[in-house]
């Protein structure tokens, strides 16, 4: 029987999502037991291709795509820091996306999505066939044309939910593994803990991160947040030299490029399936729709095939934040297609959340400056100094400038003819998502006005009075 120890937070879950917000909660000296029924990160986590999609997996410019920029701005930081705590790197690629047109609607719908991205000073340019296949020289024939996205990166997903458990643990979190969480116990309107396999386990606050499964613990104790699985199959190649770099991606298929010439090519999307088996059919659409976009890939050397089961909630929205009408208790859940992308900020939340704090430290100046510095390659220190002392309008606009300058640079680099963009591969590309922490305050404030949850993290209003559970649009 496991001693019945009292902790301050018990994280059900030990996916990228749970050990994200376990490794902030111990960031902030919060005593953490992570619960995990079987070994950390080995399910959705370690099936996902990795990409920080925050421009290419939306539709529209609503409230997650301001959400999801923000998160993929905080990779450079957190791989630096990652690999400082854990000696894990997780293989952060910042050479960019291209998002391919295979027939007349798609391109009407990525040219709309140039003009939208661009209105909200998101890098998106779109490309013609030509263009696209300056870029990627092994690209096929049939493409129309491509939106190439520079600041949509990619990082190894197994690596990072690996590197997210060991800091947390070397922070003090006590991780669980094969220990089953069997049950939510309450009483009255409060939490207590949990039931696990080995006992039970008390707490004042637990935190449902169970990916896929957490409506299943939740509905035990008759909270209905409806959720079923999407299975993916995904498969990966060692290819030959020359060696693709930018990521790929277009409808019901995408390849990404990793480190040693490995390539991941994904996913089907098979809704409703807890079936982990991988199917000749799912892997022979893959391997047409792959050979489609880049003929070589038919001479690459076979490496494997796995499977992984996407957390989709009914509505499409992830579930994030306090479960009403039960005090103590949250979910951080429903992530979909953006677990990986989405992680930095989840757990920054709901660390701010659980821990109380001002909800002004999940982007503070130090954190602006220090990234600003990362990406700027320490050209950022005097606006760091700056920021830290409260942004004035005089540096948005100096930001603005630069960031003017900046496209203007891809633009001449492009009619240059050198077939580059400027920032690919630099240091500079995902400085289109520096706003600068008066800024980054108002994207918070503008995107989720009826969103309490976050809204009240940063302004400071009715936090724990209204227990409210964020919802995020969800684009798909
Ligand atoms: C094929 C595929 C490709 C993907 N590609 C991308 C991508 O490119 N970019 C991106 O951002 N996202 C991608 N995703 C989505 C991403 O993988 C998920 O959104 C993310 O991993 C969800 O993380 P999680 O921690 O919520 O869930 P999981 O990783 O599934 O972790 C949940 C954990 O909870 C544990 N658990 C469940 N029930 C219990 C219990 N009762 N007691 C104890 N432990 C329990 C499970 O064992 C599991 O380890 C992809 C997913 C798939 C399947």
Redesign the pocket.
């Known amino acids: 029987m496991y001693n019945k120890q009292m902790h301050e937070v018990i994280v059900?879950?030990?996916?990228?999502?749970?050990?994200s917000i376990a490794y902030e909660l111990a960031k902030k000296g919060q005593r953490v037991i992570l619960?995990?029924?079987?070994?950390?990160?080995?399910?959705?986590?370690?099936?996902?291709?990795?990409?920080?999609?925050a421009q290419s997996?939306m539709e529209d410019v609503g409230p997650l795509f301001q959400w999801s920029r923000i998160s993929r701005s905080l990779f450079p930081r957190l791989s630096e820091e990652l690999k400082e705590v854990t000696g894990i790197d997780m293989g952060l690629n910042r050479e960019g996306l291209l998002h391919i047109a295979l027939n007349d609607e798609q391109r009407h719908e990525l040219i709309r999505r140039e003009r939208l991205h661009s209105s909200v000073r998101a890098r998106a340019e779109w490309l013609s066939a030509k263009e696209a296949a300056q870029l990627e020289p092994q690209l096929g024939e049939d493409l129309l044309g491509a939106l190439y996205l520079p600041d949509d990166g990619?990082v190894d997903?197994p690596l990072l939910?690996q590197a997210l458990a060991k800091a947390a643990s070397i922070r003090g979190v006590e991780l669980r593994e094969y220990?089953?969480?069997?049950g939510l116990l309450t009483e009255g309107e409060k939490v207590l803990g949990v039931m696990?396999s080995d006992g039970p386990i008390y707490g004042n606050q637990v935190i449902v991160?169970?990916?896929?499964?957490?409506s299943?613990?939740l509905s035990g104790i008759g909270v209905e947040l409806p959720m079923y699985p999407?299975?993916?199959?995904?498969f990966s190649v060692l290819e030959r030299s020359p060696r693709l770099r930018k990521t790929l991606f277009t409808h019901g298929c995408?390849i990404?490029p990793k480190a040693g010439g490995r390539l991941v090519v994904?996913?089907?999307m098979v809704p409703g399936s807890y079936d982990r088996k991988v199917t000749v059919a799912g892997l022979a659409q893959l391997m047409e729709r792959a050979a489609g976009l880049v003929p070589s890939i038919a001479e690459a050397e076979w490496e494997k095939a796995?499977?992984?089961?996407?957390?989709q909630t009914a509505d499409g929205l992830p579930y994030i934040g306090a479960i009403p009408g039960i005090e103590g208790l949250y979910a951080?859940?429903?992530?979909?297609?953006?677990?990986?992308?989405?992680?930095p900020i989840t757990g920054r939340v709901m660390a701010d959340l659980v821990s109380g704090g001002s909800g002004a430290e999940i982007f503070s100046s130090d954190e602006q400056a220090a990234q600003k510095e990362t990406i700027l390659g320490g050209s950022g220190g005097r606006d760091g100094a700056e920021s830290r002392h409260g942004s004035t309008g005089d540096r948005a606009e100096a930001e603005s400038r630069h960031e003017g300058s900046e496209d203007r640079a891809v633009m001449e680099s492009r009619h240059g003819g050198t077939g580059e963009r400027v920032g690919a591969g630099s240091g500079h590309e995902w400085s289109g998502d520096q706003a600068g922490t008066e800024a980054t305050m108002e994207v918070w404030k503008a995107f989720c006005p009826s969103r309490r949850l976050v809204t009240d993290q940063l302004l400071g209003e009715k936090r724990h009075s209204e227990k409210e559970l964020i919802t995020i649009e969800i684009a798909h």
């Open positions: 059900v879950g030990g996916g990228v999502i749970g050990c619960l995990e029924r079987g070994r950390i990160g080995q399910e959705a986590t370690q099936a996902a291709a990795g990409m920080l999609g997996e990619q997903a939910g220990m089953q969480v069997l696990t991160a169970a990916g896929t499964w957490s299943q613990l999407v299975k993916g199959e995904c995408y990404v994904g996913a089907t796995w499977t992984g089961l996407r957390p951080a859940t429903g992530h979909y297609r953006n677990g990986i992308l989405l992680s």
